[in-house]
């Protein structure tokens, strides 16, 4: 029944493309450079008002590329967290893959280690949980974690969208921003059966 359903869940964000904009200079490197994108704080409110815990999951390459600092990249995060608390919003956790592509890690999406992680850190089970990316290896990664995906078109997401449906890999939906997917996934979510 609505409501009944277990009201904590689970929701790992991508982060460049999903939560801010990306970056002319490819990598987010300073908090000078962090633009959420329209919309996007509030639909955060709209899923944390609904039950939800918040945590971001996201590869930042540029670490391991040596074009930023792991203390930058803390820089930019620390922004990202000041500035959704200021309007109430909380991360329970925040994790980045910092290792470039040919190191071979099992963290960097579309590998799922980062949002295993996430699970274990945060004590949930894949089944309680929903990620929203706008890469095809951001729902590989989900898929691989045995957790939900939605897409938003926005960042690379509009143009992912032929190859996402074609692979079924979003399997909670494809949206246009994350306020559409927050006002069609939070509550729906919340009293979905199966999540007791
Ligand atoms: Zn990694």
Redesign the pocket.
Known sequence: MRGQGRLTVLLILDRDGVLNAESPERYVRRPAQWRWLPGSLVALGVFQEAGWRLAVAT?Q?GV?RGLMTGAALDAVHARMSAEAAARGVHFAAIRA???APW?G????KP?P??LLGLLDLLGERPEAALLIGDAIRDLTAARAAGVRAALVRTGKGATCEPEARQQGLATAGVFDDLLAASRALAVARRGAPGFG
């Open positions: 590869n390459s391991g893959c910092p290792h190191a890690c099992t963290c960097r590998r280690g980062l």
